[in-house]
C-alpha cells in the first residue's frame, strides 16, 4: 500500500479529529514514542516513503543513477545565475558567526570570574542566582570576558540577564556544568538565561529607487551622518498594496500598516554624488524592496555583540501545572544580538521536574538578530506543547543570517521552527536532526513538523537534515493570528526522512531527498486540499532529484557556497 495512499488517509483522520470526531482514535497519532527515548541511533532516520511523490513541473526523479548536481546550481554557479523562468537559489553562505567567515574564539578575550567566587552553590541544595548575576555583571562592567561555571550542579530561582557585549558563559561541559531554572509561574514570554541588548533606531533613510532581491546597493537622497560599519535594518511599510499583492488581504492584518525589518546588515560603504547616495551593504537582499511601500534603511544602535553560552547543561522544567499555566517559556534567549554564539549545550532532566522533562516549553530563541551560530546542541523533552507558541526548540524570529548547525531537536512540538512575524531571511539549518514531534492538541496529538511558521521567511536553506517527523513551508492562512503565506525561495536541499510540505508564495525548491514523503504538488496531498496550505502558492515548486540526495553533489549547498565565497575573498 502506497505511503501517499496512508498519508491521505491519516489527513482524512486529523481533520476528523479537528472536528471533535474520533478522538479515541487520535490519541498518539503521529507520536514517537516514550519521552526520553528516541528508539534510534543517532543519525539514524525511520523513512516512512515509498519514493512516489509529485514532480514539481517535471523536475521529479527520472531513473538515473550516479553522481547528479543540480540545474540550478552547476559547476560554474554564480550568485547572479538565473533560469530562463526566472528561477535562482540565493547565496546562502552569509549565515552564521561573522557571517561564517569564522568560528567563535575558543577563549573569548578578556577577564574571567568564576561564579563559585561569587558563592555560587554546586551541590544544587541552595539558590545561586545572585552570585551568577553578579559574576555576568562585573564581567561585563569590565568590558568582557568569561563568566566560568565549574564542574557542579546549580539551582537559580531566579531569571539571570546578560546586558553587557562580550559576555560569555562558559562551563566545562554539558554533562558536567548543569544549570537548573526553577521559576515555577510567570513565564510566559520570558527566558531562563538571556543576552538582551537595547536597540533603537536613530536614523531612517527612505529609498529613492526599488531595491532587487541579490542587490547589494540601496539608492537614497541623502547620507549624512550613516557611516562605514553601521548597523542597519532595511524593510518596508506592510501595505494594503503589499498585502493585496501577495494575495493577503484579510489575513496579514496584525502588521498591516506598519513597517518592518526585512534584512538586519552592516553598512560596508557609502559612495554620495551630486544627487543621490549609494549605501552598499554587507550582505544581498533577499526580496524586492519597494519605494511604494515606503522602503527605507534604518541605522540601530544597542545590540549586544561578542556574546555567548557553551558547554553547559540547562534546565528549566518544573511542575506539570506551572508549565502548562505558561506559554513560551525559554530556557535560553538571544535578543537583540550580533555575532553571538551558542554550543555545545544540552539540555538534562530537571531534579524538580514531575516526570523526566528538561524543559518548561521553549529551548534557545534568536530574536531580532544577526550573524548567530547555533552549533553542537541538543535540546529536548518540553513538558508543554500545546498551542500558543510552546515546544518550540531552536526558534528563530526576526533575524537574518542564522545558522543552526549539528544540533538536534527531540520531543518538542516543533523542534526546529521559524516564528512570528516578518523578518526572517537567510538563516540555515545544517545537519540537524529532529525526532518526535508532537502537536498536542484538545483531541489528541499529531505528527508536528518543523516549519516555517509566520508571515513570508525569505530565501533561508534546509540543508542535509534528518527527521523522522518532518518539514513544512506552507500557506497557513488564518492560523497563528493570521500567518498566511509562511515561505517564499527558501530551499530544502538533500533531505532525509519524514514528511515534506513545500507550498512556497512564489518559488520554492526542494532539491534532493531520501527516504522522505515529499509533496510539492497538492493535486496529490488530501490534506493540502482540505486545509488550503496551497492556496495562492503557484507556481509549483521545483522538484529535483527525488530519492536521489544520497548522490546529490555538493552534500551541503550551504557548506559549498561558503567555500567558493571564501576562496573569492
Not at 123 to 135: K, M, N, P, R
Not at 170 to 185: L, M, N
Not at 299 to 327: I, W
Request: proline share 3%.
Amino acid at each position: 500500500m502506497g505511503s501517499r495512499w496512508i498519508a491521505n488517509c491519516l489527513a482524512i483522520v486529523w481533520v476528523a479529529c479537528l472536528a471533535g470526531l474520533f478522538v479515541s482514535a487520535c490519541q498518539g497519532l503521529g507520536s514517537s514514542g516514550d519521552a526520553g527515548s528516541d528508539g534510534l541511533a543517532d543519525g539514524q532516520v525511520d523513512g516512512t516513503s515509498d519514493g512516489d511523490a509529485s514532480e514539481g513541473d517535471g523536475l521529479g526523479d527520472d531513473g538515473a543513477s550516479g553522481p547528479w548536481r543540480s540545474a540550478l546550481y552547476p559547476e560554474d554557479w554564480t550568485p547572479e545565475l538565473t533560469d530562463a523562468e526566472g528561477r535562482f537559489l540565493h547565496d546562502f553562505s552569509y549565515a552564521g558567526y561573522h557571517l561564517g567567515e569564522e568560528e567563535p574564539p575558543s577563549l573569548p578575550p578578556g577577564i574571567e570570574i568564576s561564579v563559585a567566587d561569587e558563592g555560587a552553590d554546586a551541590s544544587g541544595e541552595t539558590d545561586s542566582t545572585a552570585a551568577f548575576q553578579a559574576a555576568m555583571d562585573a564581567v561585563g562592567l569590565a568590558g568582557g570576558g568569561r563568566v566560568f561555571v565549574p564542574a557542579g550542579l546549580y539551582r537559580v530561582d531566579g531569571l539571570l540577564v546578560v546586558s553587557h557585549s562580550g559576555v560569555v558563559v562558559k562551563g566545562e561541559g554539558a554533562e558536567v556544568s548543569r544549570v537548573f531554572f526553577t521559576r515555577d509561574g510567570d513565564m510566559t514570554g520570558r527566558a531562563s538565561l538571556s543576552f538582551r541588548g537595547a536597540s533603537s533606531v536613530d536614523l531612517e533613510l527612505p529609498l529613492i529607487e526599488d531595491a532587487e532581491p541579490r542587490a547589494f546597493e540601496l539608492l537614497v537622497s541623502e547620507a549624512s551622518g550613516l557611516a562605514v560599519d553601521d548597523d542597519v535594518e532595511v524593510g518596508a511599510l506592510i501595505s494594503d498594496e503589499f498585502v493585496a499583492e501577495h494575495g493577503m488581504t484579510g489575513v496579514w492584518q496584525t502588521s498591516v500598516g506598519q513597517w518592518r525589518a526585512f534584512f538586519r546588515r552592516r553598512v560596508a560603504a557609502v559612495d554620495c554624488g551630486a544627487e543621490s547616495c549609494s549605501v552598499r551593504l554587507n550582505v544581498p537582499l533577499r526580496y524586492p524592496l519597494k519605494t511604494r511601500d515606503a522602503a527605507s534603511l534604518r541605522r540601530v544602535t544597542g545590540l549586544l555583540a561578542e556574546v555567548g553560552v557553551e558547554d553547559l547543561g540547562l534546565s528549566n522544567a518544573v511542575s506539570q501545572d506551572g508549565a502548562f499555566a505558561c506559554d513560551r517559556a525559554h530556557v535560553l534567549g538571544l535578543i537583540q544580538v550580533k555575532d553571538a554564539w551558542m554550543r555545545r549545550v544540552a539540555s538534562f532532566a530537571s531534579p524538580v521536574a514531575e516526570g523526566n522533562f528538561h524543559l518548561q516549553s521553549g529551548g534557545v530563541l534568536v530574536q531580532q538578530s544577526k550573524r548567530v551560530s547555533l552549533t553542537d546542541s541538543v535540546f529536548e523533552l518540553a513538558q508543554n506543547r500545546n498551542g500558543g507558541g510552546n515546544g518550540y526548540l531552536f526558534e528563530i524570529m526576526q533575524s537574518s543570517e542564522v545558522l543552526v548547525r549539528d544540533c538536534r531537536g527531540l520531543f518538542g512540538r516543533h523542534n526546529f521552527i521559524q516564528n512570528w512575524d516578518f523578518g526572517t531571511s537567510g538563516c540555515v539549518f545544517l545537519r540537524v536532526l529532529s525526532q518526535g514531534g508532537v502537536v498536542v492538541t484538545p483531541y489528541g496529538s499529531l505528527t508536528g513538523l518543523c516549519e516555517y511558521h509566520h508571515s513570508l521567511a525569505m530565501a533561508n536553506l534546509v540543508d542535509s537534515v534528518q527527521s523522522d517527523d518532518g518539514w513544512g513551508a506552507v500557506n497557513r492562512r488564518q492560523e497563528s493570528s493570521g500567518a498566511g503565506h509562511t515561505a517564499t525561495q527558501n530551499v530544502f536541499w538533500n533531505i532525509q526522512g519524514g514528511l515534506l510540505r513545500s507550498y512556497q508564495y512564489g518559488w520554492g525548491y526542494v532539491i534532493g531527498s531520501r527516504d522522505a514523503l515529499v509533496y510539492v504538488d497538492p493535486a496529490d496531498d488530501l490534506m493540502s486540499q482540505l486545509n488550503g496550505q496551497a492556496e495562492g502558492t503557484e507556481p509549483l515548486d521545483w522538484l529535483e532529484g527525488l530519492d536521489r540526495g544520497a548522490e546529490l553533489e555538493p552534500t551541503s549547498l550551504y557548506e559549498d557556497q561558503l567555500r567558493r565565497r571564501l576562496e573569492a575573498l
